[in-house]
């Protein structure tokens, strides 16, 4: 039995060896964007109350990309995918890196 199409092209476009990884992979996306989204609150309350001002909600975006990162690969090593994800790191701050030297 084969893999439907959007499994498949997301284990070829990722490099992953089965469907199985595929479906490990979305979990681990799945269980970071929760986690993210259940410390909304708790970290905006320490950034000043629940207000949800601009500038707490700044400050949350801007703390909230690194927690991320961390997140995404805590559950990659609970998932047995680090070394993915670690990958997936690596090209995200390569990214990240370019943009800021193409505008100097």
């Given at each position: ?7 498949q092209?997301?284990k070829?476009?990722?490099?992953l ?8 992979v979305l ?12 410390l909304?609150?708790p970290?905006?309350?320490l ?7 601009t500038t707490?909600?700044?400050v949350?975006?801007?703390?909230i990309l690194?927690?991320y990162?961390?997140l ?10 680090f070394?993915?994800?670690w990958?997936?790191e690596?090209r ?8 800021f030297?193409?505008?100097k």
């Amino acid at each position: 039995m084969s893999s439907p199409g959007w499994i498949q092209k997301l284990k070829d476009r990722w490099n992953l060896k089965n469907a199985w990884q595929v479906v490990i992979v979305l979990l681990v996306f799945a269980c970071t964007g929760f986690t993210v989204l259940f410390l909304k609150k708790p970290i905006l309350n320490l950034l000043g109350g629940y207000d949800e001002s601009t500038t707490a909600t700044i400050v949350y975006y801007i703390l909230i990309l690194p927690l991320y990162n961390l997140l995404l690969l805590g559950y990659g090593f609970i998932f047995g995918q680090f070394r993915f994800f670690w990958d997936f790191e690596k090209r995200f701050m390569n990214r990240i890196v370019s943009i800021f030297k193409k505008t100097k």
